[in-house]
């Protein structure tokens, strides 16, 4: 239509629909289109902003927690309990969680290769079992500052702006929904299944220049926030020591969290298992970092 | 069955639909005449008429047929369509006519006849494509055809789903924002 130069200026002129109407076309658009709508306009922008369209994409997706809306709806008392997350932020935690699990990539050992067997141990504390196949796959390495990410919104990758669906996501959630309400998807430390004496903030600000949102004692916590793939894994030597650099990128490349994708010095991982040793630095000695000839010499220096 | 394949034959040739379906009609039924807000006028009969919630409760009111009845807000283009719509699917069972069916079956399938018909919004004469569809949601919003909402918002949706913001801000007239706006947007 636009080859026509002969075409009057206003090629389409809809007539104006009533709300529910745009409610029902919203309806029916999934969670990409409805964030693009979200940028037409101001009024399209409130409109792709209904809650009611975000309750019904958890639904569909199964989003976690939605029943924990509805119930604290119920018991909602003003200002002495904290206010729950809007269906909006459920969803984009439960879409930053479904991003994540499609994108890790379980680290495979083999029992014929005595190197990767070493690595094995390392992250189980034990030999697994032997089954009948000789290749394993690792679980992610689980981490207490994912944990705690997930629960204050992505902060890290929106930071390091390198993620395709959660900077600008996340941005505007932010904006919406923290300022809003203090923290409203704050852990607190006592309710974390994880020992917080493991998770040492400071360590990563100081080398990462990551802003880490601190917690704050006291509020409230929505446990279904949090990113499960990183939960489930128990490990028995994690409430040992802090946090290295290398733990951090192993986690990245193990669980798809974008924790270290920001660290400087983070390459993908097929790079970092075939690099020469010291490509950490030595500087990180301290930390335990050791050479990176194979699997097992990035996991040396991992202190769990 | 035989009323339902002259159904079928109706609506291939579209135009006359109304008409020919009053014929093959072996005794008198309880008609319905329709004037739209642009002095076109529409015969139909009662059970097609009650697709729509709203001529469903109006007849329910006045206990008869009134007199001709002027439909205000809806345009003889779309009153056709809406008409062609309510004869095939009247006596469709498989096609739920209210909201609570329509709602738990979200990821329901655009039919085949459906696809068709909406297709034939499309082609008319080269007008813009989505003013016809809007119009339609509109009118069928106004006469509350559930079902007809259902095809019509999804149809809507699919057109602008994979469109770039531009395009979408072209078709729906919305101004484009200024650069602070569009800022706040972006966020």
């Not at chain 2, 559930?146 to 729906?172: H, Q, V, Y």
Request: proline content about 8%.
């Amino acid at each position: 239509m636009s080859v026509q130069p002969t075409a009057s200026p206003p090629l389409h002129n809809p007539p104006p629909l009533p709300f529910e109407v745009w409610m029902e076309i919203f309806g029916h658009l999934d969670f990409p289109s409805l964030v693009r709508a979200a940028k037409v306009g101001r009024t399209w922008s409130v409109w792709a902003g209904e809650e009611s369209l975000w309750k019904n994409l958890c639904r569909q997706h199964g989003a976690e927690g939605v029943e924990t809306i509805a119930a604290a709806g119920e018991h909602a008392d003003g200002e002495s309990t904290p206010r729950p997350p809007t269906y909006k932020a459920l969803f984009a935690a439960h879409h930053i969680r479904e991003c994540e699990r499609r994108r890790s990539k379980p680290l495979w050992a083999s029992y014929d290769d005595p190197a990767s067997l070493r690595s094995l141990m390392m992250l189980n504390g034990q030999a697994p079992p032997r089954f009948g196949a000789s290749i394993i796959c690792l679980p992610p390495v689980p981490c207490a500052q994912c944990e705690q990410e997930r629960g204050v919104g992505g902060a890290v990758s929106a930071a390091a702006g390198s993620s395709a669906h959660g900077g600008w996501f996340w941005g505007e959630q932010r904006g919406a929904g923290t300022s809003a309400h203090t923290s409203p998807v704050a852990l607190s430390a006592a309710d974390s299944m994880l020992p917080t004496s493991s998770l040492s903030p400071a360590t990563l600000d100081s080398f990462s220049g990551i802003p880490l949102l601190r917690q704050s004692p006291g509020t409230a916590s929505f446990n279904f926030l949090r990113a499960s793939t990183h939960a489930a894994v128990h490990h028995p030597r994690r409430s040992v020591g802090g946090f290295s650099r290398a733990s951090v990128i192993l986690h990245t490349l193990t669980s798809g969290c974008e924790l270290g994708v920001g660290l400087k010095d983070f390459v993908p991982r097929v790079q970092i298992i075939r690099a020469p040793s010291g490509i950490l630095g030595d500087r990180e000695r301290g930390d335990g970092v050791a050479g990176l000839e194979g699997l097992a010499g990035l996991l040396e220096g991992v202190r769990f | 069955m035989f009323h339902r394949a002259n159904l079928r034959n109706n609506s291939k040739n579209g135009r006359s639909q109304v008409g020919q379906n009053r014929n093959s009609k072996k005794k008198p039924v309880a008609k319905l005449t329709l004037i739209t807000e642009d002095n076109e006028s529409f015969t139909v009969c009662k059970k097609v008429a009650e697709m729509s919630m709203f001529f469903k409760n109006m007849l329910q009111d006045t206990e008869g047929i009134p007199a001709p009845f002027i439909v205000p807000n809806v345009s003889g283009y779309d009153l056709k369509k809406i008409i062609e719509y309510c004869s095939y699917h009247c006596l469709d069972t498989d096609c739920p006519n209210d909201n609570d069916s329509l709602r738990s079956r979200r990821d329901r399938k655009i039919g085949h006849w459906d696809e068709t018909f909406v297709r034939n919004i499309i082609n008319k004469d080269g007008d813009p494509v989505i003013d016809n569809l809007v119009g339609l949601t509109k009118a069928a919003y106004f006469l509350d055809i559930p079902g007809l909402i259902w095809l019509m918002t999804k149809s809507i949706a699919n057109t602008i789903d994979p469109k770039p913001i531009a395009e979408i801000r072209e078709i729906f007239n919305v101004p484009v924002p200024s650069e602070r706006e569009e800022e706040i947007l972006q966020r």
